[in-house]
């Protein structure tokens, strides 16, 4: 890089690690506001709080990565090739493929009780957000795995190659074989009670995403050592 754009990186490098120590202690304030205030409440109250801190953790480990990638001691991309970068952005999504399904998986916890309150009818706003959060985290790992996402989009050249389309094609696969088993077995407790099925399916989304995710980062770990 010139030192004219070398400055300008910097600067907005120094503009995005501030926004993400911001995202940090605005998702810490969530998450301990909504714990806080929702240890004394019952009911409706309880879980809209529950899913302020919800959202407050997502935030923060979002925050949490960001900042880390853009740490001041970062000094690599001062002298990044395309190699180099391409190596590096490929990391990047493979952390973000272990972490959200991971993520997902802790929502669920969450979601099953959101729904709980409405399949009784005693849904409120705050249910219906949280029963949706993990369902929401599950397209995300799949928008990352099929390459939808902002990145890969920004830097296709370097995300999209032919070795990503072969990870791509079995991560996929594997989630499809997950999604139509766990369909199948929503099914069948649908048949037999209808509330059921409702309650399963943020269990058979979830575990659809977290598959793709965790397949592709898996078979790109074991490329990586063949390599």
Do not use: C
Request: aromatic content about 10%; proline content about 2%; hydrophobic content about 50%.
């Amino acid at each position: 890089m010139e030192d004219r754009e070398l400055r300008k990186e910097a600067r907005r490098r120094r503009t995005k690690f501030a926004s993400a120590l911001a995202s940090i202690v605005l998702g810490a304030m969530m998450v301990g506001v909504g714990f806080v205030v929702g240890n004394a409440r019952t009911g409706d109250d309880a879980t809209g709080w529950g899913f302020l801190a919800g959202v407050g953790l997502g935030v923060a480990l979002g925050g949490a990565i960001l900042a880390w990638i853009l740490r001041p001691g970062a000094h690599g991309w001062r002298v990044e090739t395309e190699p180099l970068k391409r190596d590096r952005l490929q990391a990047q999504r493979v952390r973000q493929l272990w972490i959200f399904p991971i993520v997902t998986l802790i929502f669920l916890i969450q979601s099953t009780l959101a729904v709980q309150d409405i399949l009784a009818g005693e849904g409120s706003f705050g249910d219906f957000a949280s029963a949706s959060l993990p369902v929401i985290y599950a397209w995300v790992v799949a928008s990352i795995t099929m390459g939808w996402d902002h990145q890969t989009r920004v830097n296709r050249r370097f995300l999209d190659d032919e070795l990503t389309g072969v990870l791509r094609a079995r991560a996929v696969s594997a989630a499809f074989v997950v999604l139509m088993l766990g369909s199948t077995i929503a099914f069948v407790l649908g048949l037999w009670r209808s509330e059921l099925a409702i309650a399963a399916m943020p269990f058979v989304l979830s575990a659809a995403g977290a598959t793709a995710g965790i397949r592709f980062a898996w078979l790109d770990r074991e490329f990586g050592k063949d390599g």
